[in-house]
């Protein structure tokens, strides 16, 4: 008899410790339901205005992934957050690399991308939104 109460209470505490550990990695990314509505009604306008607009995606993209990153917690510029948080992203290279077409657009007169350079460095901005927990 007592060893079927101890057993039952390892199942309880077990189950107990199992719930914390889900509801921790749920919340895990800092992001609440109206960060998340934010990132996808941005992001859908992103996608949106890629073919007649690509300087202006890729700018745009940058600032969501900015506002994702101090969202989570991480201050500074963009260049700053990425220095501050490199263990985030598993692509980290290439976040760089579209961070710094971004800087490209912003500072370089006349600027051009192509939409297909444009969508290929978006989906860098979406892994790396993703890695931050953005449900796009």
């Known amino acids: 008899m007592e060893i079927t109460v101890i057993v039952i209470l390892a199942i309880i505490g077990l189950a107990i410790l199992l719930a914390f550990f889900v509801m921790i990695k749920s919340s895990k990314s800092g992001l609440t339901q109206d960060h998340q509505k934010y990132l996808k009604k941005h992001w859908n306008k992103i996608i949106e205005e890629v073919d007649s607009q690509p300087n202006l995606a890729i700018m745009e993209a940058d ?4 506002y994702t990153l101090k969202a989570r917690g991480v201050e500074g510029s963009v260049g700053e957050q990425l220095k501050a948080a490199p263990s985030l992203f598993s ?6 690399s579209a961070h710094k077409l971004r800087n ?3 500072h370089e007169i006349g600027k051009e991308i192509s939409a297909k350079q444009a969508k290929s460095n978006l989906n860098i901005f979406k892994k790396a939104l993703k890695d931050l927990g953005a449900k796009l």
């Not at 600032?63 to 900015?66: D, E, I, R, T």
Request: proline residues 0%; aromatic residues 8%.
């Open 91 to 96: 692509d980290l290279n290439g976040i760089w």
């Open 63 to 66: 600032k969501l992934l900015g």
């Open 104 to 106: 490209e657009i912003a």
